[in-house]
């Protein structure tokens, strides 16, 4: 097996992730910290920049997640595919984009309500929906630029790891 080989379809799995609706890797889980906790969501991956290595996800400005990011831009994303047994875990630095407006046009009407949703999330309501839609559009995008990425196939006849660290261009099979 090919090492160079065995990234690179790992990082195409992901970017397949973005344009097929069945791929188990569209919706990684997203890790962040606040320092005291660390907090795990599944996302939606929107849109993948092969050359950067660096997915983007919307968000509700609101959300955890900004905070959390916005004072500590390290994240983890996990990806798992049960059918393939394979596992791809990356190390990423994130931030907010400034000009959303490009991202906003590209969802439709109902996406862009469950950006204006009111209260925002995570505050505490008298039953389920008690909730309502304003006309404050708080979406948000965060760019997630991958740092380095490990690399896990499951298998019977034994298992395969590597890593990759994109800042230093390197990478190396390593024990499983």
């Not at 795990?40 to 983007?56: A, C, L, N, P, W």
């Not at 997640?65 to 630095?93: A, M, T, Y």
Request: glycine residues 2%; neutral net charge.
């Amino acid at each position: 097996m090919n090492l160079v080989n065995f990234i690179d379809s790992a990082i195409k799995l992901i970017q397949r992730g973005v344009v097929d609706r069945k791929s188990f890797f569209r919706h990684p889980v997203l890790a962040s910290t606040d320092e005291q906790n660390i907090f795990q969501r599944i996302v939606v991956m929107r849109e993948f920049d092969f050359e950067k290595k660096s997915i983007v996800i919307f968000t509700d400005s609101k959300s955890q997640k900004v905070g959390q990011i916005l004072n500590h831009p390290e994240c983890s994303l996990l990806f798992w595919d049960p059918r393939k047994k394979l596992q791809i875990s990356v190390q990423s630095k994130s931030h907010i984009e400034i000009d959303s407006s490009h991202y906003w046009s590209k969802i439709n009407d109902r996406q862009q309500k469950d950006y204006t949703v009111n209260p925002p999330p995570k505050s505490e309501i008298k039953a389920h929906d008690d909730y309502e839609f304003s006309d404050q559009n708080r979406f948000t995008v965060i760019n997630l630029t991958f740092k380095s990425m490990d690399v896990l196939q499951l298998s019977d006849q034994g298992h395969i790891r590597a890593t990759h660290d994109f800042e230093n261009n390197s990478q190396s099979w390593v024990s499983p």
